[in-house]
C-alpha cells in the first residue's frame, strides 16, 4: 500500500516567514507609536489652548465689569485707584470690579479686587476677600498660565488717547480719592506673549 508523505517546512521557508512577520511588526509598531506620540501632542495642544482660553475669560470678565470703587491701602493712609497699572509696579493690573457670586448670602461685597502678575513664567491672578485690605488679608492665588513671556495692558480713554499705564497722567497722581482714583478706561486691549504662539491681543470695551 502506497502511503502519500506529508511535506512540512524547510527550514529556510520558516527563517523567510519569520523574517517577514518582523518586518510588518516593526512597521506596526512604528505606525502604533506614531500615532500615540500624534495623541498625545493633540492633548497638549488642546490642554494649552483651553488654558489660554481661560485666561482671557478670567481678564474678559474681570475687566468689563471693572467698578469705580477705590480701595484703601495696606496702611489704611492713602488710597489706590479702582483700576491701576503700571511698568513698575507690584502687579500688572489691579482692579475692582464685580461679578463676584454669593449663593450663599455671606455678609460681603459683590465687588471683589483681583490682581495679575507673572511669577516664575505663569500668569497668577490673586484676589482678596476684603476690597479695603490690610497687611493680615492674605490674597488667594491660582495660576492660570504656565510658559507666560510677558502681559502688558493698553488703555483708551473716551477721546481715544491711548496710555501704558492707569490711571494716565493727566489725571494726576496720589492718594486721597479724588475723582482720578475713580476714573476707567474706555477699553483696554490685553498683550499676552507666549513663546509658542507669539503674541495674542484682546481688545475689550469697558461699560461706561
Not at 509598531?29 to 482671557?56: C, H, K, P, V
Not at 470690579?97 to 450663599?104: A, K
Amino acid at each position: 500500500m502506497n502511503r502519500r508523505r506529508t511535506r512540512g517546512f524547510t527550514l529556510i521557508e520558516i527563517m523567510v516567514a519569520v523574517a517577514i512577520f518582523s518586518v510588518m511588526a516593526m512597521l506596526a509598531w512604528g505606525a502604533l507609536s506614531q500615532s500615540l506620540e500624534n495623541a498625545d501632542m493633540l492633548t497638549e495642544r488642546m490642554q494649552r489652548l483651553q488654558a489660554i482660553q481661560r485666561t482671557f475669560r478670567y481678564l474678559s470678565a474681570d475687566l468689563t465689569q471693572a467698578a469705580p470703587r477705590p480701595v484703601r491701602n495696606e496702611l489704611g493712609d492713602g488710597f489706590n485707584p479702582a483700576i491701576f497699572s503700571s511698568l513698575g509696579g507690584d502687579f500688572a493690573i489691579e482692579l475692582s470690579h464685580g461679578g463676584w457670586g454669593n449663593p450663599v448670602g455671606l455678609p460681603r461685597s459683590t465687588l471683589q479686587r483681583s490682581a495679575y502678575r507673572i511669577e516664575n513664567d505663569e500668569l497668577v491672578r490673586y484676589h482678596w476677600n476684603v476690597l479695603d485690605r490690610t497687611y493680615g488679608n492674605e490674597p488667594v492665588a491660582a495660576v492660570l498660565l504656565e510658559d507666560v513671556e510677558g502681559i502688558l495692558f493698553r488703555f483708551f480713554d473716551d477721546i481715544g488717547e491711548i496710555y501704558e499705564v492707569w490711571p494716565p497722567q493727566y489725571a494726576g497722581g496720589g492718594g486721597g480719592g479724588g475723582g482720578n482714583m475713580r476714573v476707567r478706561p474706555r477699553a483696554v486691549e490685553i498683550i499676552l506673549s507666549l513663546p509658542d504662539e507669539g503674541e495674542i491681543t484682546r481688545l475689550l470695551e469697558i461699560a461706561p
